[in-house]
């Protein structure tokens, strides 16, 4: 048996089965990104915050669109090549693809890493800040400058990142149904390596097995383990079972004698008098633990990323239902180097209150707490109303003679980017950056080493400031939420296609000797995914980069 | 086979056509046969349509009888562990029917009726209906079931984690299924996230099954196979192969930006300022829309529909003029009609969202696609009936369900036009009017066709027919329970039953009672009217479970001990699935397949016999002239 129009086309439709399935299934994708492109519409008409514009760096992209549509032109003479029977040149041509595809991707990588170590904090009165986090220091060290022996360590070795909650653990109840043993585990690690004894604070005395006398499952004081988590886990998994079984009996039979007594009664009219007597059951009931609690010992020093806790004066809950008794200490987000800083939120929301900007921005709890913050937003007055100027010169007014015909934009007139703060530094301060720094500087973001504290300076924002913070990752906006989603799906179809075409290249000899034409179809089918694959680049690159 | 051995020039197919050499794991389990394949999507999609029966009768248990233990003879199936965890003193709690209510409607639309229609009869029937050998893509067609199988189990598997499976509702509506399962660490480990993951991959199945249908369709018609000669059945696989292309890939778009929303705590489909009563204001960016998520998903979701429905139509189509020896009556109408059903299909997805306030014109845009959709559905439903007219009826088993499918897809259709005007929707929405409206449509409309489809083709697959008894014992009661089932829905619909109250009202029912002492509460009162029908309407539901009995039976023991067929082509039908033999090799035909003629030529004047199957060379060429219709097209 063998499927016809692998190789020749059917003449009726003029078509191999090939060429119609990948047109097909082309159909099928643009309807999958046209779904994530009509989200990104909906999402930016929609947004109810002001939605960043230009904010990721052009060149590369602008590179990496060069490089698609370049590689896009190669594999169609990859397959001219193959079509004039000349493997060495397809080799060529495909290998300059392939290439292609490679630097896109690591170029996307670089892209990608720079966002996720970029972090993004909006307080309570939506003030954004933007830059990179410090590690936490000892007492007394220099914040501006840290040595090497300056930081805190974990029982790892590692600085630790100023991002954490820090809790001081008295006493740890755990949820005997659903603690996470890895963070069991990451606490027993903490607490043995501060020199401190998590031990269980009372007897846990449970009746497993019907009628019998309660026994002692673990001692007060008994070192907590997950055999001896796991253990209780399993008794209160045991008793659960057995008592919900016993009381299923129970109220099955009560409804018997219910309806045998009140024939002719609804269940729903009976329901209410319906009810297990408790007090008959009770002798044959196991026992239900379902928290166990610990303490420890001198009381230690836990930390926990912010997702994972609901923070508290007094006690935290993990998001396995854990307890932690204990005070918390402070936990500021500390930026090591602060390179944004954006009032075009707050001033939307004082606008809809009717409050001027002036006032909200000089009621911020940034202005008010930050000497840098102060002087760099007068001089940033300043410079913005000389930029003003220079628009009113090239546009003039309108016929008022007062209003500008042309005024800055909301983003001009309340963000003070890296880029602003950079010339800020070289104007007031004296930073002169320049060559390999330069260069690196354009391509990648900041340089915080060449301009160091002078621009770029060092903040803590107390924990109850923030309202809401994030790498720039897809959980710091809807922006970067659909731009990684478009992106990353992109990328995904940038790796498959390179693979399906490096398949080719390195496996493609052998068929191109037996049968040549069977080949350059497949090749065909391959080009014509990978022209997709940069179609969808050519829209997602204004979208994201330009507009 | 020997008609191809003879073409065998040796490179290439050491593995095709020497069946004693197959191995049986390549036979049976990773097949590249298109009937092997429709036949592994039939069996598992049988087994999930069985589990999600068994879901709705736990549901229908907690209904009717809110405050009493789930019964043994259906909670044996449970684990104690489980029943502990699931189940509060026996009694099927909100949580544990919300997770059984979504897992119901995921599993019947997407595990159950969609492979059975489009995976096993498509699979099955297509290719030998045009004259093909097999599938364009035998291969793509196999890991299209294997990814279909392993999407469904990820779904199932996830009723034994801790998070128990989703419990948001079939549509999975966010910002409730953004939060669902919030409290498991793992996210990856919530029912909710794996509901994500094996939707996904249910609707790569989808794509690369459609892809292939479609391929297949254009470019292995047989010899003279031309467009207006395809069967009518082909026609509807065409549309539908389509629907899936074109309508599923914004659903993976919406299922991806949820998935993120959950894993990478996105905000896709979650607004500003979210507060829930256990987690106060929410951690998240906000900034998002809910009701993107619902205009993504309804793309998907109203041309689903018509993907659940066209195959079974299609089975019908079939069905009825091999039955009734007289053409489809209407052929052509049906085929234009059927394509524009498809267009008309991905314009009117709005009507699921009337209440959300989408603003009037654009309800009234959506309300006016709504009720033209009706009418090329009206079209094809009508051709159907008129093809019956004055035809010699054989009431064969296949023939039974297919006339119950007329009236009960009818009275599926017609509940749904007052639904089609949004003034109506603010009434009857998310009430059992709906819920009795689409079963209607799906359970004893499209399931009805496919058990047609299932007795009609079972000679072919098996070489016999099944219990012409059994069959009897499993339409009646079937038809009756159908009907005792979804009838009362329309009327508590209207009374003000809420399509999630789990209890079946009873909880609403006392407090409006409490509230308005004097019954002053007209919904107080239209509850307690109609609230006793939840009894009646359960039993249906069980005697329907005990009525498919005779089927399983009739489906395995006819396998062996069914009358054999007289011949290849039982029926006497003329569509070129019967010109293969029984059951068809691997490579389906054993002679040159060559198409002379349309596909429903039933007692044409000119023919000795009352069937004229298109294959079949005109011996009495009129004019004298050799016939060379099956030289129309390529070659």
């Known amino acids: 048996m063998e499927i016809p129009y692998i190789v020749k086309p059917r003449k009726d439709t003029g078509l191999i089965n090939s060429k119609i399935a990948i047109w097909l299934f082309l159909a099928s994708e643009v309807m999958l990104f046209g779904g994530f492109f009509s989200a990104y519409v909906y999402l930016r008409l929609g947004a109810d915050y002001p939605w960043p514009e230009r904010t990721l760096p052009v060149l590369p992209g602008l590179i990496n669109t060069f490089i698609l549509i370049g590689s896009s032109v190669t594999v169609v003479f990859a397959w001219v090549a193959l079509k004039l029977g000349n493997w060495r040149q397809f080799q060529i041509y495909m290998g300059i693809t392939v290439a292609c595809a490679a630097i896109f991707m690591v170029l996307k990588g670089i892209e990608y890493n720079v966002k996720f170590h970029h972090q993004a904090a909006r307080l309570h009165d939506y003030t954004v800040v933007e830059g990179h986090l410090g590690y936490e220091l000892k007492d007394g060290a220099d914040t501006h400058h840290p040595k090497d022996g300056d930081y805190v360590l974990d029982r790892n070795g590692k600085k630790i990142e100023e991002n954490m909650i820090r809790v001081v653990a008295e006493k740890v109840t755990f949820a005997v149904k659903r603690f996470h043993a890895p963070w069991v585990s990451e606490m027993l690690a903490e607490a043995e390596h501060a020199k401190s004894e998590i031990k269980l604070a009372a007897d846990i005395k449970m009746v497993v097995e019907e009628g019998n006398e309660p026994v002692t499952l673990a001692k007060a004081g008994e070192p907590l383990s997950l055999d001896l988590l796991g253990k209780i886990r399993k008794a209160q998994l045991a008793a659960l079972k057995h008592n919900a079984s016993l009381r299923t009996d129970a109220l099955r039979l009560e409804w018997k004698e219910a309806k045998d007594a009140n024939p002719g009664k609804k269940g729903w009219q009976l329901a209410s008098d319906v009810n297990i007597d408790v007090g008959a059951l009770e002798p044959r009931l196991l026992t239900e633990v379902s928290t166990v609690e610990f303490t420890v010992d001198p009381p230690t020093r836990f930390l926990f990323k912010p997702r994972d806790i609901k923070e508290g004066a007094a006690s935290s809950t993990l998001r396995d239902n854990t307890i932690i008794t204990g005070a918390m200490e402070a936990s500021p987000m500390v930026f090591h180097n602060l390179d944004a800083i954006d009032f075009q939120w707050l001033v939307m929301k004082a606008k809809e209150k009717g409050i001027s900007p002036e006032t909200a921005i000089a009621n911020s709890w940034l202005m008010k707490n930050s000497e840098f913050v102060r002087e760099a937003w007068a001089w940033h007055l300043v410079r913005n109303e000389k930029k003003q100027e220079v628009l009113n010169k090239r546009y003039g007014f309108k016929e008022d003679g007062k209003t500008p015909k042309q005024t800055l934009t909301h983003k001009e007139l309340y963000r003070l980017g890296w880029k602003d703060l950079g010339e800020m530094g070289v104007e007031t301060k004296g930073v002169k950056i320049g060559g390999v720094a330069k260069i690196k500087e354009e391509f990648m973001g900041p340089n915080y080493k060449a301009r160091g504290e002078k621009t770029f300076p060092h903040l803590s924002v107390p924990r109850e400031q923030i309202r809401h913070a994030a790498k720039f990752s897809p959980a710091w906006n809807t922006y970067y939420a659909i731009y990684f989603t478009i992106t990353g799906l992109h990328g995904l179809h940038v790796i498959g296609g390179a693979l399906v075409l490096l398949y080719y290249l390195v496996f493609g000899r052998k068929m191109f000797l037996s049968n040549p034409e069977w080949f350059a179809n497949r090749v065909e089918v391959g080009g014509l995914f990978w022209h997709f694959v940069d179609l969808v680049w050519i829209f997602a690159f204004p979208i994201f980069y330009l507009m | ?635």
């Not at chain 2, 599923?248 to 507060?275: T, Y």
């Not at chain 2, 079937?478 to 209207?494: E, H, K, R």
Request: with cysteine; aromatic share 16%; charged share 10%.
């Open chain 2, 1 to 635: 086979m020997s008609a191809h051995a003879a073409s065998h020039d040796g490179h290439d197919h050491s593995h095709d056509d020497h069946h004693h050499e197959i191995p049986f794991w390549k036979k049976y389990i990773f097949s590249t046969d298109h009937k092997m394949i429709g036949m592994q999507y039939g069996i598992t999609a049988m087994l999930f349509l069985a589990f999600g029966f068994y879901l709705m009768m736990v549901m229908r248990w907690s209904i009717a009888y809110p405050h009493e233990p789930l019964p043994e003879w259906m909670s044996w199936i449970f684990t104690d562990n489980w029943k502990a965890r699931w189940l509060l003193d026996g009694k099927v709690t909100g949580e544990t029917y919300n997770m059984f209510g979504a897992m119901h409607g995921t599993i019947m639309v997407f595990l159950g009726i969609v492979p059975l229609g489009f995976g096993a009869f498509g699979n099955y029937v297509t290719p030998l209906q045009i004259g093909a050998v097999d599938m364009a893509f035998p291969k793509l067609n196999m890991f299209s079931y294997w990814i279909y199988l392993v999407g469904g189990v990820i779904m199932c598997a996830s009723f034994f984690m801790e998070s128990g499976a989703a419990k948001s509702g079939w549509t999975n509506y966010s910002p409730l299924a953004g939060f669902a399962d919030g409290q498991i660490v793992n996210q990856w480990l919530a029912g909710q996230t794996q509901w994500l993951l094996g939707l996904v991959m249910l609707i790569t199945s989808s794509l690369l099954g459609s892809v292939n249908f479609i391929t297949t369709i254009i470019n292995l018609r047989a010899r003279g196979m031309t467009w207006m000669r395809l069967p009518f059945f082909v026609w509807a696989m065409l549309v539908t192969g389509f629907l899936l292309l074109l309508a599923f890939p914004p659903l993976e778009a919406a299922g991806i930006m949820q998935l993120m929303d959950r894993v990478a705590h996105s905000s896709f489909f979650m607004p500003s300022g979210l507060f829930t009563k256990s987690d106060g204001l929410a951690d998240l960016s906000g900034g998002g829309s809910p009701l993107l998520f619902q205009h993504l998903f309804w793309f998907l979701g109203h041309p689903e529909v018509y993907v659940l429905l066209l195959p079974a139509i299609a089975c019908v189509a079939e069905i009825i003029p091999a039955n009734t020896r007289k053409p489809l009556w209407g052929y052509k109408s049906m085929v234009y009609s059927v394509l524009i059903l498809g267009f008309l299909s991905f314009i009117v997805w709005a009507h699921h969202m009337y209440m959300t306030g989408m603003g009037a014109a654009v309800s009234t845009f959506f309300q006016t696609t709504t009720v033209l959709i009706s009418i090329p559905s009206v079209i094809i439903i009508t051709a159907l009936l008129i093809s019956l007219w004055g035809g010699s009826i054989r009431f064969t088993p296949p023939m039974l369900w297919a006339c119950a499918f007329i009236p009960m897809f009818g009275i599926g259709g017609l509940t749904g036009l007052p639904l089609a005007f949004n003034l109506v929707g603010l009434h009857l929405h998310d009430t059992y009017y709906v819920i009795g409206h689409f079963h209607y449509v799906v359970a004893p409309g499209i399931l009805f066709g496919l058990f047609a489809g299932v007795y009609h083709w079972y000679p072919k697959i098996t070489g016999r027919y099944m219990s012409n008894f059994l069959s009897h014992v499993h339409f009646w009661p079937s038809l009756v329970c159908m009907n005792i089932i979804f009838f009362p829905m329309l009327t508590q619909g209207m009374a003000g039953f809420h399509r999630r109250w789990y209890n079946g009202g009873d909880a609403y029912l006392d407090k409006a009672t409490a509230a308005t002492a004097d019954g002053a509460n007209v919904f107080a009162n239209t509850v307690a009217q109609n609230i006793d029908l939840n009894i009646v309407m359960s039993y249906g539901a069980w005697i329907l479970a005990v009525a498919q009995i005779p089927f399983i039976i009739n489906l395995f023991f006819s396998w062996k001990t069914g009358r054999k067929v007289e011949s290849d082509n039982p029926w006497n039908a003329t569509t070129l699935e019967w010109a293969t033999p029984t059951p068809p090799g691997h490579g389906n035909f054993t002679f040159d397949v060559a198409v002379y003629r349309g596909p429903y030529e039933y007692s044409r004047p000119d023919c000795d016999k009352d069937y004229y199957p298109q294959w079949e060379a005109p011996n009495k060429p009129v004019g004298g002239e050799p016939d060379k219709s099956a030289d129309k097209g390529h070659h």
